[in-house]
C-alpha cells in the first residue's frame, strides 16, 4: 500500500460481501489479478499498486483461520500475516489452477514454476500456393511443377547458426533455460531472455550464409498432381513441404488452391455439367438424332417428334468425374431453336407454304421474359 494510506477493507477492495463463499472470492480475485497484472500494464505504477493490495486481501480471506481473526479483529488480527513482508505464500499452494492455462493468452509468461523452454523445436509455417488451371484440366487431371520460395534449413551450418567449427554457446544471462524469472508478490513470472531471445544459446561467431539465424530463403522446384474432378477453391496438401521448423521442429504444410477457368460451353454444378445446344427446327418439329459434345467425345443424343425448346435431356456419367473417385455426374442438355440468317428462295417458299398450314399460336404466350434472360440464369430456373 502506499505510505500514509490506510488499508481499504479486504472485502472492499475484492469487491464481494463479508458473506462470499470461498469460490466467490477466489472469482473475485482472479478477475482483479488478470486486470490489473504487471505484465498487462507496464508502467503503470497504479496497477501495480491494486495488484498487490489484491493479492493481500486474497491471502487473508482465502485462509479459515485468518479470516476469522480478520473478521473479528479487522487488519490487528492478521498484522504480520496478511501482506507486505509478513504474508505467507504457501497458502497459495493450488493457486496455479487460477491462472492455469493463461499465461500465454494474456502474455503473462510462464506462472508457479512452469519449466516450458521458448527456445525447444517449433513447427514450421504453412504455405499457401495458389494455381490456376483449364476446366479441360480439371476434367481429365493434370501433374504439373511448380516453383514454390521457403525457408530452408541452412546447409554450411546444419540449422545451427553457428559458423564453421564453433557452436552455440549456453546464454550466460539464462543459462540455457530461455527464460528469466522473476518475483513480482506471491507470482512468479517468467519472461523470454532478451539476451538470447528466448533460444537458450547464443552464437559469438554466426555462419556467413545464414547470419546466425539457422535457415535460409530458397526456391524449391515441386511436382504436384491434381486428380481429375477437382473443382475451383478445392485445395491440396503437401505434408512437409512449407517451411521448415526451428531447431529441429518439424516442417510445416504446403496447401496448393486450385482455381479453375470458365467454360464457353460448359456450366458446372457439383459434378454435374449444364450446356445449351442448338437444334434445327425440323430436328424439334418431326424429331432426328444430333451430335452433343462430351467431355469424351461426341454423343449421339435423339430427339422426339415435337420437342420444345428449353427441353432438357439427360446423358447419365457423362458430367465431371468425381474426385473422390466415385463415378462420374451427368450432363444436362437443354435444347435451343436453331434459325437460319440466310435462305435460299425454295427455303422460303417451302416455309411459306408451311406456316400456310399451322395454326397461329402467337397469342398463346404468357408475356413473360423467360426467354430473354442469360442462359445461366434460366438453368437455376428449370433445376432450381
Known sequence: MRAGVSKR?????LGVERE???SQIKSAYRKLALKYHPD???GDTQAEELFKEAAEAYAVLADDQKRSLY??????GVSGAGGGAGFDPTIFADFSDIFSGLGDAFGFGDIFGSRRRRGGPQRGSDLRYDMEITFEESAKGVETTIQIPREESCEPCSGSGAAAGTSAETCSQCRGAGQLRYQQGFLTVARPCPNCRGTGKTIARPCATCRGAGRVARERSLTV???AGIASGQRLRLYGEGENGAAGGPAGDLYVVVHVQEHAFYHREGDDLFCELSMP?????IGGEVKVPTLDGREQLHIPAGTQPGTRFKLRGKGMPSVAGRGH???HVISRVSVPKKL????KRLIEDLARTMPDESGDSDGSEAAEKPFFERVKDIFG
Open 9 to 13: 477493507d479486504y472485502y472492499e477492495v
Open 20 to 22: 462470499a463463499s470461498e
Open 40 to 42: 498487462r500494464n507496464p
Open 71 to 76: 473478521n473479528r479483529f479487522g487488519h490487528a
Open 225 to 227: 498432381k491434381i486428380p
Open 281 to 285: 427446327f425440323h430436328t424439334l418439329a
Open 329 to 331: 455426374g451427368d450432363l
Open 344 to 347: 435460299t428462295r425454295e427455303q
